[in-house]
């Protein structure tokens, strides 16, 4: 009926469906069904049976296994260094050029010639100096001769003996009776000194127990409070970081708007000395009209002077510098002499006569314009005209020779005067206009300095809030528990130690010191009763002693003062001032510094290269005044580079300083360079989320190559190694990460065994523990079963490498 149930049931649910294919359904999906059992169970067991044929069998071998990162960087060049003379000076010279080689010596740069005059005159005067506090020192160590000390010397000898030979003939009990009576004096003092010291010291010691304990008080709220602080964060240095960058804000805002004003400033001071520059063309052009004008004036007032002589005494030869008097005094000519008729009354009658008349070749003049102005000017010529009052050399037809002479001169000095005074206005006015271009040359070049100090100030201002920003975040970061840690336990130190020194105050406390105190003054007691039986016992003596023991008690006295003074002399002339020899010690080591100080100015006078290396850069101040820190020139030790990139944070705790790295250049392919890790840096770079370190490699010394700064490079450097070890590949790892096995062939059966694992790469991973060489190995080689394995994703990254792609590293580089 069951069958019959199910029918009906579907028959309901499909009443279009034929029986007779519904049935024939129904029997195919049982057949199916019965066939795919059959065969799984036929698959499962062939595959059960084939492990045994998937299994391989490999032997255990040693090898090398290394893991290595790479980084990209360039070369840089390490050691550079501003060079400078050791004082200021004028540049006087400079000898290299950027670009140029140097070696180790070679002069670069020198100051002038005056200036290390200067300096070689300081540098003696300094060693006069120091040679003067020298001898100052000597006096004060030595004031006295060798002779002064010789002769103090035998007083005491003398002095010495003297006593020897009164005390051997003196009262040798009574003697004794003096020094025991000394002996119980100084005991008496010692035992009252040390009943003061108990008192002071035992108070001392309760002081500094009190004090101890107040000061660990102290200490306890401090460190309690610095715990406190810490945990919460420092709030006050935070607000004052954030008041810092607001400064800081301000002032860079201000040192910008200095810098507009500076870069405008200079425009106007290149406009200044520009227009300065073109008033000394037109200052120049003026000038040379107005002297070119005076000289000919000159000219023309000289050929004045000269021909009023020609006029007169037909002489051509004048000195314009020579005023009438001087050169009618040089030539010996009297005008009124030469001029009276009457002295030529003989020649002038000849003359219209057809007589002879000549020039006397004994005479400076001629006589004959002589003659000619006398016979035949129809007017009055006179040589001097004292009584006239006109100043012209013609009134009336009546000359005055001197007059015209004098007015000849007085023309022409007036034209030197003008001459001369036009060219000294002209070089003043050049002077003026030259110190006016000076003047705007220096404002300019300050305007100039101007700039770079603004620039400067930017520069720095935006530096310091750069680091004002990381402070503040570093501030802000959240406090350190190992430092919250470490502060706590410092104030629970703190609390034992007080625990420690309030028991010993305690200690101290519970002290009987009036026990102590009463035991000292007993033995006081002691010492004054002894010290009273010496004193009675020497009393007696002393009454006893006749004369000649009095007399010898006297000589005894006389004698150990004389001792005692001699001595004192001696050490009076020993005796040096201490005070005074460490002040002249001081005079000597201040004048020892300051020449050697001088010393190093005037070495440093000229600038030398301190190692072989390649100029970078030169200051053109050439004739120019100087600075110490002016920075002259630049200069690169190429005999050492550095290789510089950055490290990711991942791998940045590896990095150990001295690591050996391999270092290779695109632009030397196929060339492996050798270095060392010289710095990684402590402060990490972020950029776009991503956290690096610097890293710095010195690289080994390299003949036959000249490196360049700025070469790209790639620095490869080993993480980990493992030399020699035993190897096996990783698929024939099985158990877990935790405790890992292998499965190990022995005596013909595959057993389990675990092991200790070291570094790995994608391939092979080192066994420290639990494999021998020799052993044999059972692996699975089957692809797609891993289910027995923990090992099937095992595996480094393309960072990881084999030791055998390790070029060895050439020896004797």
């Known amino acids: 009926m069951r069958p019959k149930m199910k029918l009906s049931i579907l028959n309901k649910l499909f009443p279009d469906l034929n029986l007779k294919i519904l049935s024939a359904f129904l029997l195919s999906s049982i057949l199916i069904a019965v066939i795919f059992y059959f065969g799984y169970q036929q698959i499962f067991n062939n595959d059960s049976a084939s492990d045994q044929e998937n299994i391989q069998i490999i032997p255990v071998k040693r090898g090398d296994l290394v893991n290595s990162i790479s980084i990209n960087g360039s070369l840089t060049y390490p050691n550079k260094e501003n060079l400078n003379f050791g004082s200021n000076g004028v540049l006087s010279e400079i000898l290299v050029e950027p670009g140029d080689r140097v070696t180790k010596g070679q002069i670069l740069a020198v100051l002038s010639d005056s200036d290390i005059a200067q300096l070689q005159k300081e540098v003696a005067q300094k060693q006069v100096d120091l040679n003067d506090a020298k001898d100052a020192l000597d006096l004060a160590k030595e004031p006295n001769s060798q002779i002064d000390l010789d002769s103090a010397k035998l007083n005491i000898e003398n002095a010495r003996e003297s006593l ?40 001392s010691d309760l002081f500094d127990a009190e004090m101890q304990v107040t000061n660990l008080k102290v200490l306890i709220d401090t460190s309690y409070q610095e715990w406190l602080e810490y945990s919460r964060g420092p709030i006050e240095e935070i607000e004052d970081t954030e008041t810092e960058i607001n400064t800081i804000s301000k002032n860079l805002t201000r040192a910008r708007s200095d810098l507009s004003d500076a870069i405008v400033n200079k425009d106007l001071k290149k406009t200044e000395l520009d227009y300065k520059k073109r008033d000394l063309v037109n200052i120049e052009k003026l000038w040379v009209n107005n002297l070119d004008s005076a000289k000919e004036t000159l000219t023309e007032k000289e050929v004045e002077y000269k021909n009023v002589f020609l006029k007169w005494l037909g002489i051509s030869e004048v000195d314009y510098k020579s005023n009438p008097e001087n050169l009618l005094s040089q030539w010996g000519i009297n005008l009124d002499e030469v001029y009276d008729w009457r002295n030529h009354e003989s020649e002038l009658k000849l003359i219209g006569k057809g007589g002879a008349v000549s020039d006397k070749n004994e005479t400076v003049f001629n006589e004959l314009i002589v003659y000619n102005w006398l016979k035949f000017y129809p007017g009055s010529v006179e040589a001097s005209c004292d009584s006239t009052s006109s100043s012209t050399s013609n009134t009336n037809g009546k000359f005055c020779i001197k007059n015209e002479m004098d007015l000849a001169w007085d023309n022409l000095s007036a034209a030197q005067s003008d001459f001369e005074g036009k ?34 100030n930017v520069d720095s201002l935006n530096s310091d809030l750069s680091t004002a920003y990381d402070n503040l975040k570093d501030l802000k970061s959240p406090p350190d528990a190992n430092q919250i840690l470490k502060l706590r336990n410092v104030w629970q130190n703190y609390k034992a130690m007080l625990v420690v020194a309030s028991n010993e105050l305690e200690k101290l406390k519970n002290i009987d010191s009036e026990t102590e105190k009463t035991n000292l003054i007993h033995a006081l007691s002691i010492i004054q009763v002894n010290l009273k039986e010496d004193q009675k016992t020497l009393d007696g003596l002393s009454n006893t002693t006749d004369k000649v023991g009095s007399v010898t008690l006297a000589q005894i006295n006389l004698a150990k003062s004389q001792l005692a003074d001699s001595i004192e002399s001696l050490a009076a002339l020993n005796e040096v001032d201490q005070s005074q020899i460490e002040l002249k010690e001081a005079e000597v080591k201040a004048k020892e510094a300051l020449l050697n100080e001088a010393l190093t100015a005037l070495s440093l006078s000229t600038i030398k290269a301190p190692w072989d290396g390649l100029i970078s850069s030169v200051n053109e101040n050439l004739g120019k005044q100087v600075g110490i820190n002016s920075g002259i020139i630049e200069i690169i030790d190429t005999s050492s580079i550095n290789f510089e990139g950055a490290i990711d944070e991942v791998d940045v705790l590896f990095m150990q300083i001295d690591r050996e790295t391999i270092i290779t250049l695109d632009s030397l392919p196929g060339e492996m360079l050798y270095g060392k890790i010289s710095q990684v840096s402590s402060v990490a770079t972020t950029q776009q989320g991503v956290v690096t370190y610097d890293i710095s490699i010195s690289l080994d010394s390299v003949t036959g190559i000249e490196l360049r700064g700025g070469l790209s490079a790639v620095a490869e450097i080993v993480l980990k190694e493992s030399r020699d070890s035993l190897l096996v590949p990783i698929q024939a790892l099985y158990g877990s990460v935790q405790q890992p096995t292998v499965k190990l062939l022995r005596n013909g059966s595959i057993i389990e065994v675990p092991v200790e694992l070291g570094i790995s790469d994608e391939f092979w991973t080192v066994v420290t523990k639990g494999l021998s060489d020799g052993d044999q190995i059972a692996m699975e080689i089957k692809e797609a079963n891993t289910t027995n394995s923990m090992w099937g994703s095992r595996g480094g990254g393309s960072t990881f490498r084999r030791a055998a792609t390790t070029p060895p590293k050439p020896t004797g580089k």
Do not use: G, M, P
């Not at 040798?172 to 020094?179: G, H, I, P, S, T």
């Not at 003043?428 to 700039?451: G, H, P």
């Open 423 to 456: 060219s000294f206005d002209k070089q003043d006015a050049i002077l003026n206009a030259n110190k006016a271009i000076e003047t705007a040359r220096v404002n300019y070049n300050n305007s100039l300095e101007a700039i770079e100090d603004a620039k400067e």
């Open 164 to 203: 020897r030979l009164i005390l051997a003939q003196a009262d040798l009990e009574f003697v004794q009776a003096q020094q025991a009576v000394t002996n119980s004096i100084i005991q008496l003092s010692v035992a009252q000194q040390n009943i003061k010291d108990y008192e002071i010291n035992f108070e």
